[in-house]
C-alpha cells in the first residue's frame, strides 16, 4: 500500500489531538483530561482506497513551535518530529487540532504554524462542548480570514472520520506558502463566535459547575483530606473487594490441580502441570481483580480532570521533598506500572526535578507488588482482624510514597541542584464526566494483558524454575526429614544450591534458601515471586490434598523441624518488596530516558542496598519483640 | 531547538513591583480583576507563558492561593485556567482594572 500523505496532528496540550486520532484511526491512544497525556510520537495508518492509505501521527502537545524548548520534554519530542516532517519525501500535512473552546489561545499556534510553509488544515474540536458554553463557531468564515480549511467538529459525533478524511485528501494536494499578511486572533476570535440565544446562562452554568467543585476539591483543608480519603479508600478496596474474588479462583486452582492429579498420577507430567503451570502461573492470575480495579480508579482520576487539580494540591509538598506539581502525575500513575510512568515524567519541565523524579518512581507501590503483599497477609497475618489486614495493605502503599519521598529528599540535596528550579505552570481544564465506554476498554485492556502476561512471561518464567529446581547441583542440602524423592531432588537441585549459597548474606534478614530463589527469581519482574513460591512449595507440599499456598508457606519447616517463616519473616520480606527495584522494564525505562547506564544502575544498587539494609532491620527487631 | 536551560528563569532581584496601583500577581487580592502589565522573566521563559496563555494586556483573576506559598489558582482572559508557581506571580506585574467590581 502507497503511502499518499502523512497528517500530523499538532495543538495544545489537552486540545483533544489523541481523541481525534483514536475516531480516525481506530488507535487506542491514551486520552485523558489533562494536558500532558501523551509524551510520545503514535502512528496509524488509514486506508483511504484499495492502494493508497494516509498516515496520521498523534504527537504530544505544544504551546508554540518557535523558541527555544528542552529537548528532553513532552513538547521537544513534538518539536524534534515537526522539524524533521520538512524532509520527508511524502506530502506533509499539517492538521491543527484547535479546541474550539479556547479559540483565542489556539489560533496564535495557527498562525505561527501557518509561517512554516507547509500545507496547514484545521480540526476544530470539541465543538459539542463550545455548544454546551453557548456558542458556536463560524467555520466558513474562520476558513476565509485564514486561507485555510476549517472543519468544526467533535471527536464524540459520528460523522468525525468521513469529514476528517475528506478534508485531509484536499489538503493533501494544496501547496502552502507563507503567508504575509498578519491578523488580529483577538479580533478573529471574537467575530467567528457566535453565541446562541441562551450564551450567557449557557457559560455561567458550565463555569459554576467547575467552580462548585474547585470549591470543595481545592479548598485548603477539605481538598487535601478528601485526596487522601480517595486513595485510603482506593488501596483499601483494592484488598477488600478483591479478596474474596481472589480467594474464589484460588479455589478453582486448587479443585483443578486435585482433577489433574487424579487423572495423571503424581509423575513428572503431572508435577509439571500441577506444581509448574498451576502453581506458577494459576496463582499469580488470582491478582487479575485488584489489577483491573487499581486501573479503572486511575483512569478515573485522569479523565475528570482531577490529576490537574492534585498537582496543584501537592506541589507545594513535593516541592520541599525536590520534585514538583508535575511530578505529581507520573509518581500517581506509577501505582499501576512504573515504566509508562518513567515516560510521562517528560511532562516536567525542569530537568533536575525530571530526573529525581524518574530515579524515585520505582518505589512507587505498583500492581505487580499486589501478589505478594496480598500473599504474605493472607498468609502471616490471619488471625488478625480484616481492618488489620486492610490497614497493613494501605500502609504499604503509603509507605513507598513514604520512602519516595524521603529518597528525593536526599537526592534534592545531591542530584542536579539548581538554585531556581523551573516554576509550575499547568493549565487545569473543566472537569469532565469519564465516558464509561473508554473507561470500560481502558478496565477491559488492562485484564486481557496481564493474563497475556501470565500466560506467556510468566509461564515460561514457571516452567523453567520447575526445571531448575529439578535438575540436580553442585550441593545437596539436607531434605526435611521423610521426604519423597522429588522433595529429595530439589534440595539438591541447582535453584536450590544458588539458594543456599547466598544464605550467608540473607540470613540476617529472615531469608533462607527457598525465599532466595523467589528473589533470584523475582529479580526481572516482581510478580514471579508468588510464582516461584508456588512452585518451590507445590512441589514440597506431599499431601494428598492440594493445600493452598498460604498453608504451605505458614506450615514450612527447616531442616531442623522448626517453624520457618512468621510474621517477622512477612515484614522483612514486605519491605524488600516495597524497596528492591525487581523490574528490568522499569531500568531500561530509566536508561532511555536518562540515555545513561549510571542511572539505570544507580537505581539498582540503591533500591536494592536500601532493601537489604532495611530488611534486615526490620526482621531484627520484630524477632526481637517476639513476632 | 537544542538548548540548555537557564539555570535562572528570573530577570533581576525577586521584588514586587508596586508602583501606585500596579503591583505583582501575587499581591493582588482574591477576585480582582486586573491586566497583566508585563513579565519580568528570562526571554525564553516570557515566551514559553505568553504562549500559554499569560500574554501582557490580557484580564487575571486569582481565584485562590494554596496554603504555605504554594502555587495561585488563576484564571486568565475568562476562558483559561492556571495553576502557577507563586515565586512566578512575583515577577509578573498586573494592574488592577479600575472600576471593576471585586
Ligand atoms: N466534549 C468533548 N470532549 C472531548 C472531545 N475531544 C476530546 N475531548 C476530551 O478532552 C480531553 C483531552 O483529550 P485528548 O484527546 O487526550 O487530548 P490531547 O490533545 O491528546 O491531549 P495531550 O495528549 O495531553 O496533549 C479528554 O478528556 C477528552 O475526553 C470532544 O470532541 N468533545
Ligand atoms: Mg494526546
Redesign the pocket.
Known amino acids: 500500500m502507497t503511502e499518499t500523505a502523512i497528517v500530523t496532528l499538532v495543538?495544545r496540550?489537552?486540545?483533544?489531538?489523541?481523541?481525534l486520532f483514536n475516531a480516525v484511526t481506530g488507535a487506542h491512544a491514551k486520552?485523558?483530561?489533562?494536558?500532558?497525556?501523551?509524551v510520545d510520537v503514535l502512528e496509524a495508518q488509514v486506508p483511504i482506497s484499495e492502494s493508497e492509505a494516509v498516515r496520521f501521527v498523534d504527537l504530544?502537545?505544544v504551546y508554540t513551535v518557535e523558541g527555544d524548548t528542552d529537548p528532553e520534554s513532552d513538547e521537544g519530542h513534538a518539536r524534534r518530529f515537526l522539524e524533521e516532517l520538512t524532509h520527508h519525501q511524502t506530502p506533509a500535512v499539517i492538521a491543527q487540532?484547535l479546541d474550539a473552546t479556547q479559540l483565542e489561545l489556539g489560533l496564535r499556534l495557527t498562525l505561527e504554524l501557518r509561517r512554516r510553509g507547509l500545507p496547514l488544515l484545521v480540526l476544530a474540536?470539541?465543538h459539542?462542548?463550545l455548544i454546551a458554553q453557548g456558542f458556536e463557531l463560524d467555520a466558513t468564515g474562520l476558513s476565509e480570514a485564514l486561507g485555510v480549511p476549517v472543519v468544526a467538529t467533535?471527536?464524540?459525533e459520528a460523522t468525525v472520520r468521513a469529514r476528517v478524511l475528506e478534508v485531509t485528501a484536499e489538503a493533501a494536494r494544496l501547496k502552502a506558502v507563507p503567508p504575509t499578511d498578519s491578523i488580529d486572533v483577538e479580533a478573529l476570535a471574537k467575530r467567528v463566535l457566535q453565541p446562541r440565544v441562551d450564551a450567557k446562562e449557557a457559560f455561567a452554568r458550565v463555569r459554576a459547575r467547575t467552580e462548585r467543585l474547585d470549591a470543595v476539591l481545592l479548598h485548603p483543608l477539605l481538598g487535601p483530606v478528601f485526596f487522601l480519603a480517595f486513595m485510603t479508600a482506593l488501596f483499601a478496596a483494592v484488598f477488600f473487594i478483591a479478596e474474596p474474588v481472589t480467594g474464589l479462583i484460588d479455589v478453582l486452582n486448587q479443585a483443578l490441580g486435585a482433577r489433574i492429579e487424579g487423572a495423571l498420577g503424581t509423575g513428572w507430567v503431572s508435577s509439571l502441570l500441577v506444581d509448574g503451570v498451576l502453581g506458577g502461573a494459576g496463582t499469580v492470575l488470582a491478582f487479575l481483580p485488584q489489577i483491573v480495579i487499581l486501573t479503572v480508579a486511575l483512569e478515573l482520576i485522569d479523565?475528570s480532570g482531577y490529576l490537574a487539580r492534585g498537582t496543584f494540591l501537592v506541589d507545594r509538598l513535593l516541592r520541599f521533598a525536590g520534585l514538583g506539581g508535575r511530578s505529581f502525575v507520573p509518581l500517581l500513575s506509577a501505582h499501576a506500572c512504573a515504566v509508562p510512568a518513567i515516560s510521562s515524567a517528560r511532562i516536567i519541565r525542569d530537568p533536575g526535578q525530571r530526573l529525581r523524579t524518574i530515579l524515585v518512581l520505582p518505589l512507587m507501590t505498583c500492581s505487580a507488588r499486589i501478589p505478594t503483599y496480598g500473599l504474605l497477609i493472607t498468609t502471616f497475618f490471619a488471625a488478625k482482624s480484616v481492618w488489620f489486614r486492610g490497614g497493613l495493605f494501605v500502609a504499604l502503599y503509603f509507605a513507598g510514597l513514604g520512602f519516595g519521598l524521603i529518597a528525593s529528599l536526599v537526592l534534592g540535596r545531591t542530584v542536579k541542584r539548581t538554585s531556581q528550579p523551573l516554576p509550575l505552570v499547568l493549565e487545569l481544564p473543566p472537569y469532565?464526566v469519564p465516558?464509561v465506554a473508554v473507561v470500560a476498554r481502558v478496565g477491559w485492556r488492562a485484564a486481557t494483558r496481564f493474563v497475556r502476561d501470565v500466560g506467556s512471561v510468566i509461564l515460561i518464567a514457571a516452567v523453567v524454575l520447575w526445571a531448575l529446581l529439578t535438575v540436580p547441583g553442585p550441593s545437596a542440602g539436607t531434605p526435611p526429614p521423610e521426604a519423597t524423592p522429588r522433595v529429595v531432588a530439589m534440595y539438591g537441585s541447582l535453584a536450590a544450591s544458588v539458594g543456599r549459597a547466598l544464605e550467608p548474606v540473607t540470613t540476617p534478614a529472615g531469608f533462607d534458601w527457598r525465599l532466595n530463589v523467589g528473589l533470584i527469581g523475582s529479580l526481572g519482574a516482581r510478580e514471579l515471586m508468588v510464582g516461584t513460591l508456588g512452585v518451590i512449595f507445590g512441589i514440597e507440599d506431599t499431601g494428598d490434598d492440594p493445600a493452598p499456598l498460604a498453608d504451605r508457606l505458614r506450615d514450612a519447616r527447616r531442616a531442623d523441624g522448626t517453624t520457618a517463616y512468621g510474621m517477622a519473616t512477612a515484614l522483612s520480606l514486605m519491605v524488600f518488596f516495597v524497596l528492591a527495584c525487581q523490574c528490568i522494564s522499569t531500568l531500561a525505562a530509566v536508561r532511555r530516558e536518562t540515555r545513561s547506564w549510571r542511572w539505570p544502575l544507580f537505581v539498582f544498587v540503591y533500591t536494592y542496598g536500601a532493601a537489604w539494609v532495611l530488611s534486615v532491620v526490620v526482621y531484627q527487631l520484630a524477632s526481637a519483640a517476639g513476632l | 531547538m537544542r538548548s540548555p536551560t537557564p539555570v535562572c528563569w528570573t530577570r533581576g532581584p525577586p521584588q514586587r513591583y508596586t508602583r501606585g496601583a500596579v503591583t505583582s500577581l501575587d499581591a493582588l487580592p482574591l477576585h480582582t480583576p486586573a491586566l497583566v502589565a508585563a513579565l519580568h522573566l528570562e526571554p525564553r521563559e516570557a515566551t514559553w507563558l505568553r504562549a500559554v496563555g499569560l500574554v501582557e494586556g490580557c484580564s487575571v483573576t486569582v481565584l485562590r492561593r494554596a496554603p504555605w506559598s504554594g502555587p495561585l489558582h488563576v484564571r486568565v482572559a475568562e476562558r483559561t485556567e492556571l495553576a502557577i508557581d507563586r515565586a512566578l506571580a512575583l515577577h509578573v506585574e498586573v494592574s488592577p482594572i479600575t472600576g471593576a467590581r471585586p
Do not use: C, I, L, W
Open positions: 495543538g496540550p489537552n486540545a483533544g489531538k489523541s481523541s486520552v485523558g483530561n489533562f494536558p500532558g497525556v501523551t504530544p502537545g487540532v474540536t470539541q459539542d462542548a467533535s471527536a464524540r479523565a469532565r465516558q
